[in-house]
């Protein structure tokens, strides 16, 4: 037999839920708190008159609910109830599985119920004299009607489905007679994906009535297991029976949450505290984001490549995915900022530009092979606004057959994919301001609506602008950004659209350092201070696209469809100072670069389950298109350069650009590079021993096609036209359902470089602009996962070796083998209420070899701290609802900025402190946010930027206060 209960169609009869999944834990708490000194105004807003015997039942079922499940149910509700997939999922199950209603009669007629559904509906019984708790108005009653239905049931050895106005398991609690048909029985409630995962149990009266402290316990590991709104069926009942569960006290919570859930709360309900709660798909898939763990920093899981959304515990590979809630609490004003908190990372930049660099593992990733939705170079080049995400997810190792090769050259240590925003399933308009040291100012919108009789189609627009001096003097950044994301859920397809324009303007940028001072490097200069020619600017333009299907050819075989474009306009004029004595003296050179880039991208795909004997498959064929073609333009003044002093900078005045050592017009920029890359995957995880032992392999077959063409006249320089193919071998198996143990192989595969840098005497090397053949990184790593609920953690060890880059005499190219070795751990949750961790440790060892230089061999890679410590701590202060209090201490360790190891970067340490505080304001939500990064003002080389064999410094930010307010309406 099988049976589910369930008290919502649509979200209009969730009023409670709805308003509780925007509260923090805090003011759930002390909602909770007021509910239970008042039992009595708690009945009165459910409708229910207030009598002894209602009086004590309200007081049983408030006394024993934690407010943290309590929190984690109502947002699940919205998440659950309120998605269009629910009702396409009832029109499925009511072809199969009888659906019985039962209403209150003072309810019934206000019970939101598509007339599709009562048409096809078993039966419709209503409980006189009754609200939506009828099982508390009249238990005899609603005992007999929910009797009649389950022996009905049971004669004919059929599948059950009821439908209530109210929480049946209250009842079952609450009235004497329940027992007659619940003292030994099962219910089945909805879990948060679908009829195909494992239902959640919840035992009857006897286990209710007899082990209070035990429910209560199983409270805390319902939430470890991160089980929200419960919600499947399929489960056979071959007799009743009662045994304790971790999923027990879920019922018990349904008794207040749900009890409410139909009824608006009464005009004096305290009032809700906001926060920030998306739980909508981020793409076009049935499977969604993953959930976010316990503290909500973090998910679950997340995208890897084309095998999809999988849990963390199920993957063979690394990676963390930080929730909307961490970008929006950090105050993040990039995806460098915010992965500043990711042990395995650490931000640098690009060569002679702007543009973030993601050292992972100690191999650059740069922020042009980012992709956006599974999708490589779709967004802007060298700058993403954080206002764009949802989600941000980093991938630690080679992703080659996961992704295919990254089109901009980088990535061999990792990838970094991020999700877009989506409508929720409630409406969304809020305004954020905000200011930063220097008077920079910022304002940002997200609004997000959805429309449809069945909610299928949702809009979500945002748009921010930053604006002002930053914290370091006369630098001036302007950034603007607008986009448009759209999804629709049909029946069995799904769509979903991207849209989006940002600016990125940048006045007297500070730049980074050269240095040819022999053996050492200078003094890290005054953070705040900017060495940068007041003429030096930087200007990026983009416009931006994607769109997404999936359709269902099956019930388990889904395709999928995706394209996306970015049209760029680059402009700058750099003077970046090349330091000659340890006083800093330096001189700089005028360097001017006009940029044009289109880009095209794509994927088809089709991903199938199927079992052969006791073995479940899940198969995945993928296609992938990229095509992006570069114009590009340079002018540059005397290399002789000007003088100036890093410590006492000198404005000289603008040098003009010479045309013999200028390349192409910069009023109209030729073509200097075509690339395009087309590749072919197959993969197959195999389940085993009841998915106990998972195995994945895979193949991707990768073809890059690469040309050169000179500066301004556009002739073909270089071209190469070459194919490999990368492997993929990875294993999983869970020892229990806490730990997972893992291990995998796999390759890096990369367009080759193009020359760039500068040689020994500080000049540009006499090959720039020649385009090197792909070449590859091979993988090697094991590790271990652990999954406490509320506390998650791994381990990892790893191998990877590349080519190496660097200069010899005069030409840039590839020179020796560069392995990177290193251990990871990470933790991360909500280990106690109200305290919530982040964080990990990064060790590394880094060497070189077959360089061709018998004084590198053996030594350092340039830019790869062999010990990074990033550790985060968030605690909600006691007795002040609302208000949580955070710290992070980010470590590195010693650096290099050559392949000699001549010129080392000290090791540095950076404490940052915040605050959030929620509230209401005028009955508006608003959440208050402040951060001081950098406390001490410390001065230091951050990193060093590496460009074949050359290392620029890139100095650390000084102390910087950022508040901003969110205010909801």
């Not at 969730?14 to 509780?20: C, G, N, P, Y």
């Not at 609490?329 to 640098?348: E, Y």
């Not at 440790?841 to 830019?863: F, M, N, P, R, Y």
Request: charged share 15%.
């Amino acid at each position: 037999m099988k049976i589910s209960v369930e008290g919502n169609f649509t979200l209009d009869d969730a009023f409670w839920s709805q308003k509780l999944a925007k509260m923090p834990l805090e003011a759930v708490e002390s909602t909770l708190a007021q509910d239970r000194s008042e039992p009595e105004k708690w009945l009165h807003g459910a409708g229910v008159k207030a009598t002894e015997a209602t009086l004590l039942a309200a007081a049983s079922s408030l006394a024993f609910q934690p407010a943290s499940t309590l929190q984690h149910m109502a947002a699940s509700v919205v998440d659950i109830t309120g998605a269009p997939a629910y009702l396409n999922g009832i029109k499925n199950w009511i072809e199969h599985i009888p659906l019985h209603l039962v209403a209150g009669e003072r309810t019934a007629d206000g019970w939101h119920i598509p007339d599709w559904v009562k048409q096809q509906a078993a039966s419709y019984q209503v409980i006189k004299n009754c609200g939506h708790l009828m099982m508390l108005e009249d238990g005899q009653q609603f005992s007999d009607a929910i009797t009649a239905i389950i022996e009905k049931a049971k004669a004919s050895q059929g599948q059950l489905r009821m439908k209530t106005t109210g929480d049946v398991l209250a009842g079952m609690k609450n009235s004497q007679n329940s027992q007659s048909f619940l003292e030994d029985a099962l219910v089945f409630l909805p879990s948060p994906q679908t009829l195909a995962h494992p239902a959640t149990v919840l035992y009857g009266t006897r286990f209710f009535s007899k082990s209070r402290y035990r429910y209560t316990q199983a409270m805390s590991t319902l939430y470890n297991d991160n089980h929200s709104h419960l919600y499947s069926a399929n489960i056979t009942m071959r007799q009743f029976h009662c045994t304790p569960t971790p999923f027990a006290l879920a019922a018990f919570l349904l008794a207040s949450a749900a009890a409410q859930a139909q009824t608006a709360p009464a005009a004096d309900t305290a009032q809700a505290l906001p926060t920030v709660v998306v739980n909508a798909s981020a793409d076009a898939s049935a499977e969604g984001l993953s959930r976010a763990y316990a503290g909500g920093q973090v998910a679950r899981g997340g995208r890897v490549g084309i095998l999809g959304s999988v849990d963390m515990m199920d993957s063979p590979f690394g990676s963390t995915s930080y929730t909307q809630q961490f970008i929006s609490d950090q105050q993040a004003r990039s995806i460098g900022d915010l992965l500043q908190s990711d042990p395995a990372v650490r931000l640098s930049r690009g060569y002679g530009n702007f543009q973030e660099v993601y050292v992972i593992r100690g191999f650059a990733l740069n922020s042009d092979d980012i992709a956006y939705n599974g999708l490589y170079g779709v967004l802007p080049r060298q700058y993403v606004s954080p206002e764009l995400l949802e989600r941000v997810e980093v991938f630690r190792g080679a992703s080659a057959f996961l992704n295919g090769a990254a089109p901009g050259g980088s990535g061999l240590g990792g990838a970094i994919n991020l999700m877009p925003k989506r409508a929720g399933n409630t409406p969304l308009t809020e305004v954020t301001v905000g200011v930063e040291s220097g008077g920079h100012t910022y304002v940002a919108t997200d609004i997000a609506r959805r429309f449809g009789d069945n909610q299928e189609f949702g809009v979500r627009v945002n748009a921010a602008k930053r604006q002002g001096e930053t914290s370091i003097k006369h630098e001036d950044h302007d950034v603007g950004m607008f986009s448009v994301g759209l999804d629709y859920r049909g029946h069995d397809y799904r769509l979903s659209a991207d849209a989006g324009y940002q600016n990125f303007d940048l006045t007297t940028p500070r730049p980074s350092v050269n240095s040819l001072v022999a053996g050492a490097i200078p003094a890290a200069p005054d953070a705040s201070s900017n060495f940068a020619q007041p003429w030096s600017f930087s200007k990026e333009h983009d416009v931006f696209g994607t769109v997404r299907g999936e359709y269902d050819l099956a019930s388990n075989v889904t395709a999928w469809a995706a394209f996306g474009s970015r049209s760029t306009h680059e402009s700058n004029s750099l003077a970046q100072p090349t330091v000659t004595s340890l006083n800093g003296d330096a001189s700089v050179y005028r360097f001017d670069n006009a940029r044009k880039q289109q880009i095209r991208t794509g994927e088809l795909g089709v991903r199938a389950k199927l079992n052969t004997g006791a073995v479940k498959h899940t198969l995945v064929a993928s296609w992938s298109g990229h095509w992006n073609e570069d114009k590009n333009a340079y002018a540059i003044s005397d290399f002789a350069g000007l003088p100036t002093n890093i410590y006492q900078p000198v404005d000289v005045a603008m040098p003009p650009t010479l045309p013999q050592i200028s390349g192409g017009d910069m009023s109209d920029p030729r073509i200097t590079q075509k690339t395009i890359l087309t590749s072919f995957a197959v993969a197959d995880t195999m389940a085993f021993l009841e998915d106990s032992l998972l195995l994945t392999v895979g193949l991707r077959h990768q073809q890059i096609r690469d040309a050169g063409y000179a500066y301004g006249t556009a002739a073909p320089t270089s071209y190469y036209d070459q194919s490999a193919n990368t492997p993929v071998a990875g294993i999983v198996y869970k020892l229990d359902k806490s730990v997972s143990l893992y291990a995998n192989y796999i390759e890096a595969l990369v367009k080759g470089p193009t020359a760039s840098g500068t040689d020994a005497n500080g000049d540009v090397v006499s090959n720039l602009g020649q385009v090197f053949a792909p070449y590859k990184a091979r993988q090697k790593e094991v590790g271990l996962k652990y999954d406490g609920g509320k506390l998650g953690a791994s381990a990892a060890l790893f191998s990877t070796s590349v080519p190496l880059q660097a200069v010899r005499g005069t030409e840039a190219g590839l020179f020796g083998q560069q392995r990177n070795q290193g251990v990871e751990l990470s933790v991360f949750g909500m280990p106690a209420n109200g305290v919530r961790l982040l964080g990990g440790l990064t060790w590394l060892d880094t060497k070189q070899s077959d360089t061709g230089v018998a004084g590198d061999d053996g030594k350092k890679v340039i830019g790869a701290p062999q010990t990074q410590l990033s550790f985060g701590a968030e605690w909600d202060v006691p007795g002040a609802p609302g208000l949580s209090l955070n710290a992070r201490t980010i470590y590195t360790s010693t650096q290099y900025a050559d392949l000699a190891n001549t010129r080392q970067l000290p090791s540095w340490t950076r404490l940052d402190l915040g605050a959030r505080y929620l509230t209401r304001v005028a009955n508006h939500d608003v959440t208050i946010r402040a951060r001081v990064d950098n406390v001490a003002n410390r001065n230091y080389w951050a990193s060093a930027v590496s460009s074949f064999g050359a290392g620029s410094l890139v100095l650390a930010s000084p102390r910087t206060f950022v508040v901003s307010a969110t205010v909801g309406f």
